[in-house]
């Protein structure tokens, strides 16, 4: 299991990066994201996406007590609220995504359930219910996780299917 926690810390920490990348330098965002008439959404999306990218797969590393709890605690509430604000953002931009209806509802899809795993792993903690969030597979995290590298890698096929872009060289 340690291989793959390494292997999805790596790839969380990659598409995080990106994200960030496009959040500090604007001429380096493809023309959909530049023009985009919801900006401040793909602001905060970039910003809580990479946030809870960064903070989740640290969540699997609790401690039962003492500083390392106490740093679970609050990373896991810095990772909550990263996910909530990145997720709103995200089902705020769903309806302006490429790809027609189809993107417009599995993007819109993917936030609501975001949004509500993540709560739901919320919920269970704060009833002290700590087992049944970390054996949940609505825990929130994993699903935010994997679905971000299955959207990146959905992206990328259908822009090999013909629907291009152009990216900025500027």
């Known amino acids: 299991t340690t291989l793959l926690w390494s292997v999805m810390t790596l790839l969380a920490t990659a598409i995080a990066g990106y994200g960030l990348w496009l959040l500090a330098a604007p001429e380096a ?19 809580g996406g990479a946030l809870a990218l960064l903070l989740g797969p640290w969540q699997f590393f609790t401690g039962r007590s003492g500083v390392r709890h106490a740093a679970h605690v609050w990373s896991g509430r810095a990772y ?20 027609g209806l189809t993107a417009h509802l599995g993007f819109g899809a993917l936030a609501l359930l975001t949004r509500s795993t993540t709560g739901r792993a919320l919920q269970l903690v704060r009833q002290g219910n700590v087992p049944r969030m970390r054996t949940s597979p609505n825990g929130g995290g994993a699903f935010a996780d994997n679905n971000s590298i299955l959207l990146d890698h959905t992206a990328d096929r259908w822009i090999g299917a013909g629907q291009s872009y152009t990216w900025r060289s500027e």
């Open 29 to 47: 965002r493809p023309p959909f994201l530049s023009d985009s008439p919801v900006p401040l959404a793909v602001l905060t999306h970039f910003a």
């Open 80 to 99: 909550v609220v990263a996910v909530l604000v990145g997720a709103g953002a995200g089902l705020v931009l769903a309806p302006f995504s490429q790809g």
